[in-house]
C-alpha cells in the first residue's frame, strides 16, 4: 500500500506547471478521485461508506494521499479561473 502511495506521489510531482481553467482543475479532480476509489478497493472498503476515526490504517491512508492529490491540482496550475 505504501509503495502505491509512493508511486502516486511522484507521478503528482512530475506535473508540469501549465495554466488551466475550471475543466482541466475538474479533469485533475476527477483523476484524484479516481486514483482514491481504486485506493479504497485495494483496502477493501467502499468509497463513500467507510468513515471516521474506526476506518482502518489502509483507508486513512487512502485518504491522506486524496488530500495530497487534490492539493497537487492547485499547486500545478489547475486552480479554477475566477
Not at 510531482?13 to 485506493?39: D, H, K
Not at 494521499?65 to 479554477?80: E, I, Q, S
Amino acid at each position: 500500500m505504501r509503495k502505491f502511495i509512493n508511486i502516486l506521489l511522484i507521478s503528482f510531482m512530475l506535473v508540469s506547471f501549465i495554466e488551466a481553467g475550471p475543466a482541466a482543475y475538474g479533469i485533475c479532480q476527477t483523476g484524484c478521485n479516481a486514483v482514491a476509489v481504486a485506493c479504497y478497493a485495494a483496502a477493501g472498503a467502499t468509497m463513500g461508506v467507510t468513515a471516521g476515526a474506526s476506518a482502518p490504517a489502509a483507508v486513512l491512508a487512502c485518504n491522506a494521499a486524496l488530500g495530497v492529490c487534490m492539493a497537487g491540482c492547485v499547486a500545478a496550475g489547475f486552480a479554477p479561473i475566477p
